[in-house]
């Protein structure tokens, strides 16, 4: 069965260090996204891609970038991580921007110390 | 930029019926979601809405009014399995989501 995978499901680091967060999802879709949640403000939309070689930037991209190489994949990464980025984050993925029903991965909890 | 606002927290008894609204002001609308998450879980898709009116899914409706930027998501027959977060998102080929509402149902 299809299905959207991310990992590690728990992190936790240092103040300053780069982190990688991983998402892979097998419905060949061609849209992926990157969300955090934190209590009382709900998803917000960190970065997003609708292609391979596309990447753009949503409402809190700032500390975050992607890249996209194949349909597959789009890593998260934390250039320098800072506690205000202890955060649960969910990638998810679409097949249409028509409907754009989004398949949310498990999550993963990171906490910056 | 994009205004997505519903109440924070409702509680309701098993067997009742609970409405939880939704009001938006959006730069874009292709149309609205509503996703159910339960706790420590990730977000799964409950309806969506692109025309005015009302969708009925079993036990779940959902409604909307492009023209007053309202939707609600209606609850029947509750049941303690449906104690979770609802999220309403509207669309605009990325998705902008509320804060959620934490539904608790009581016994």
């Known amino acids: 069965d299809a299905e959207i995978t991310q990992s590690p499901r728990h992190k936790i680091t240092e103040t300053g260090r780069q982190v990688t967060l991983a998402c892979h999802q097998t419905?060949?879709?061609?849209?992926m996204f990157w969300y955090r949640q934190d209590l009382g403000h709900g998803l917000r939309l960190i970065h997003y891609?609708?292609?391979?070689?596309?990447?753009n930037k949503g409402e809190v991209s700032d500390g975050y970038s992607v890249s996209r190489s194949n349909t597959e994949d789009l890593p998260l990464t934390l250039e320098s991580a800072a506690s205000s980025q202890t955060s649960v984050y969910f990638c998810?993925?679409?097949?249409?921007?028509?409907?754009?029903?989004?398949?949310f991965g498990p999550g993963t909890r990171l906490t910056v110390t | 930029g994009q205004n997505i606002d519903q109440p924070t927290e409702m509680t309701a008894t098993e067997g009742a019926i609970v409405q939880i609204n939704c009001t938006y002001q959006t730069s874009g609308f292709n149309g609205l979601f509503w996703y159910q998450q339960h706790a420590g879980e990730a977000p799964t898709f409950l309806s969506y809405n692109v025309l005015d009116g009302l969708e009925e899914k079993g036990r779940f409706s959902s409604f909307l009014s492009r023209s007053k930027g309202y939707s609600y998501l209606l609850l029947k027959e509750l049941q303690m399995k449906d104690s979770a977060s609802y999220l309403c998102a509207v669309n605009d080929y990325k998705l902008s989501f509320g804060a959620g509402t934490t539904v608790t149902v009581r016994a």
């Open positions: 419905w060949n879709h061609n849209n």
């Open positions: 998810a993925s679409s097949e249409s921007l028509g409907d754009n029903e989004q398949y």
């Open positions: 891609s609708y292609g391979v070689q596309d990447t």
